[in-house]
């Protein structure tokens, strides 16, 4: 009994021990696959973060990839821009700068503030439209509007995204001052043509009525004729000189060379306009220096027309009482100097860079603001300036407005 007991409890102290021991295989099982299967997560996690940052690593190139792309076509865009000789101004919804070339800067002026508050009121009245059917829609007919001294034809176009939606405004910009100006200089031409014609148009018809109204048989009105006469001659002079002024826009003006005592041409002219001097009450003057010297070759008729308009020009904007100098010198055994000194009214600076375009007429007024408008097509000192140069010399000017002009004409001496 004793035996059995003993065995048992043997038995039973196996049993526990085997189970204990089977407990903690368990418990290292557990322990195991536990942290194998951590393990096996941490390097699935690994595996799968991996990947992530591959792909993210091959976005980023794609992205960095179409940026640059990006970069370049913005460049090869800017760079078509800058050499646009139009304008163009990027505007935002809001009216904000967003891009601008070198040309709409040079357009815009000094002031580019102002002159951008100016474009934006003028997007303003088309804000309201938000969708378009095209990425770039004309908002109008181009418009001609006034920044500072200068004329500008402008454009306006929507600017929408690939949904129809706007974004923005392109404003496009070309300054057509001097087509402007052209179109003013040809409607001042038609007026003075005009003008001028007439007068000696009525003369004429006048005379004609009265010879006309005479007896058969009767001595025609020698008045009449003498009339007629005078103002075909004035009436062929304008013809001439229009022709002549056709030639030299044409480049296609010639002039001859002979010999010229310029001294001779000039005395010849001034004698010519005494009538015109004393009915003006103009005192006028005459120095030279070098006289034996002052020859130059040339074409004697288009120098004596061309220093009879500068002559004339003075006597036109020169008050009543007033004073012409006419000044003429050799210049470093070179040059023979022209110098005509008026204390006529002045030239405006606004006036002063075009008053050698042909037919351009400035705004001269007195001392008492009276616009002075004299008779004539505009176009004596753009024929003077061109008789000079085609004389190989030059024409230039000095003025201040009531105070007077001093015209300056340089020839080179005859060899």
């Known amino acids: 009994m004793s035996e059995l007991s003993t065995t048992t409890h043997t038995n039973s102290s196996d049993v526990s021990g085997y189970v204990t021991r089977i407990n903690r295989l ?17 390097r699935a996690r690994l595996r799968h973060e991996q990947r992530a940052r591959l792909e993210l690593y091959r976005q980023n190139l794609a992205m960095q990839h179409q940026l640059t792309q990006r970069e370049k076509e913005l460049e090869r865009l800017h760079g078509i821009v800058a050499t646009i000789k139009d304008g163009i101004v990027m505007l935002d919804l809001d009216g904000n700068i967003k891009d601008i070339n070198q ?32 990425e770039l829609t004309p908002l109008h007919e181009p418009k001609r509007l ?30 057509v001052t001097e087509v402007t100006f052209g179109d003013k200089l040809k409607d001042q031409f038609v007026t003075a043509i005009s003008h001028e014609l007439r007068t000696p ?3 004429i018809k006048m005379s004609s009525e009265v010879l006309l ?42 002039i001859r060379q ?11 002219v001034i004698n010519g306009l005494m009538t015109d ?26 120098l004596r027309w061309a220093l009879g308009h500068l002559i004339q020009n003075s006597i036109n904007y020169t008050e009543p009482r007033g004073h012409i100098m006419v000044m003429m010198n050799c210049t470093n055994h070179e040059y023979v100097t022209i110098q005509i000194v008026d204390t006529g009214v002045g030239i ?68």
């Open 103 to 134: 040309a709409a800067r040079h357009i815009l002026g000094a002031q580019l503030e102002h002159s951008t508050v100016e474009l934006s009121s003028l997007v303003g009245q088309y804000q309201e439209q938000d969708r378009f059917s095209s």
């Open 213 to 254: 109204g005479t007896e058969e048989g009767k001595a025609p009105n020698r008045r009449m004729l003498e009339l007629i006469e005078r103002n075909v001659h004035v009436l062929d002079r304008m013809i001439v000189e229009l022709l002549d002024i056709s030639e030299m826009s044409a480049g296609g003006f010639h």
């Open 26 to 42: 368990g418990a290292v099982v557990d322990a195991f696959f536990s942290r194998v299967y951590i393990a096996l997560n941490r």
């Open 146 to 175: 006034q920044v500072q001294d200068r004329a500008v034809a402008c454009q306006l176009a929507a600017v929408s995204n690939a949904e129809g939606n706007r974004i923005g405004t392109l404003v496009v910009l070309r300054d």
């Open 258 to 268: 002979t010999p010229i005592h310029v001294e001779q041409v000039m005395m010849s």
């Open 348 to 415: 405006l600076a606004k006036d002063l860079p075009f008053i050698f375009d042909r037919f351009y007429r400035g705004e001269a007024r007195n001392a008492k603001g009276k616009l002075i408008d004299p008779r004539g097509l505009g176009q004596g000192l753009y024929i003077a300036k061109t008789v000079a140069e085609a004389h190989n010399g030059q024409l230039n000017v000095q003025s201040t407005p009531a105070e007077g002009s001093t015209f300056t004409m340089v020839l080179p001496l005859a060899s």
């Open 277 to 302: 001097l004393k009915r003006a009450q103009l005192d006028v003057s005459f120095m030279v220096r070098d006289s034996e010297l002052l020859y130059i070759n040339g074409d004697e008729s288009r």
């Open 201 to 203: 148009m009525n003369v």
